[in-house]
């Protein structure tokens, strides 16, 4: 159970573009979800936190108007990253915790690969 | 949220036990702890958590001293599969709304054959 599902798992754009990512909770209500960025060989980064029908909280030096956080339903979050260009490209990873999920409390999407070209 | 310090690497060969510590100095009465694995291009993964004592479950054991100021990760005989980068997080998973998961540097655990 508790599983997360995200989507695409890889995507190039072209420089100026908008690319949106989506982050379903399959079986369980997403109250919380949490949107990280994670460049080669580094670690995960938390970008923002978003609480289902709330405005996202984002981290110190992320860009709110840049990168869009929606999450409108219990069961999906989305970021859109806007106007994006080369140094946005990064491993783009959404986590979840919520009613009906895990004892542990937190299970993470397999991650978006963005490539801004 | 506490810190936590993990080796940055470490190397082992198949069929061997791994043992990785992490430091938690400033962990709070409310705090679990919880290890993660990850694979390159993929999310993090649930390993194991625990609060005091010891845990086990089907593919690791976790050691956590009576201070809980440190703890242990073990993973019984290793195959080439584990080779991974291991997170160890300390946080309040209890509370009613939520405790962000505050990610280290982890640890990269290479397995040769």
């Known amino acids: 159970g508790a599983v997360v599902s995200q989507h695409p798992s890889w995507v190039i754009c072209k420089s100026g573009t908008s690319v949106k990512i989506e982050c379903r909770s399959l079986?369980?209500?997403?109250?919380?979800m949490f949107w990280y960025r994670q460049f080669p060989k580094q670690s995960l980064m938390l970008m923002a936190t978003?609480?289902?029908?709330?405005?996202?909280?984002?981290e110190q030096g992320v860009e709110k108007d840049k990168f869009l956080i929606n999450h409108a339903s219990l069961t999906l979050s989305t970021l859109t990253v806007t106007s994006a260009h080369p140094e946005d490209s990064s491993f783009y990873i959404c986590?979840?915790?919520?009613?009906?999920?895990?004892?542990?409390?937190?299970?993470f999407g397999s991650g978006t690969r963005l490539t801004v070209v | 949220l506490a810190k936590t310090t993990q080796p940055i690497s470490m190397d082992s060969y198949e069929g061997q036990e791994v043992n990785i510590t992490c430091s938690h100095n400033?962990?709070?009465?409310?705090?679990?702890i919880t290890w993660y694995q990850q694979f390159p291009s993929q999310g993090p993964r649930f390993i194991i958590q625990?609060?005091?004592t010891k845990v086990t479950n089907e593919v690791a054991s976790l050691f956590i001293p009576a201070d809980r100021k440190s703890s242990t990760l073990s993973l019984p005989r290793v195959s080439l599969s584990d080779t991974a980068v291991y997170y160890c997080?300390?946080?309040?998973?209890?509370?009613?709304?939520?405790?962000?998961?505050?990610f280290g540097k982890g640890t990269m655990l290479l397995v040769s054959p």
């Open positions: 978003s609480n289902e029908g709330s405005k996202a909280t984002y």
């Open positions: 079986d369980f209500q997403a109250t919380t």
């Open positions: 997080l300390v946080g309040d998973i209890q509370k009613s709304g939520y405790s962000t998961l505050t």
């Open positions: 400033n962990i709070a009465t409310n705090d679990y």
């Open positions: 986590s979840a915790t919520g009613v009906g999920g895990t004892y542990y409390g937190y299970t």
């Open positions: 625990g609060y005091k």
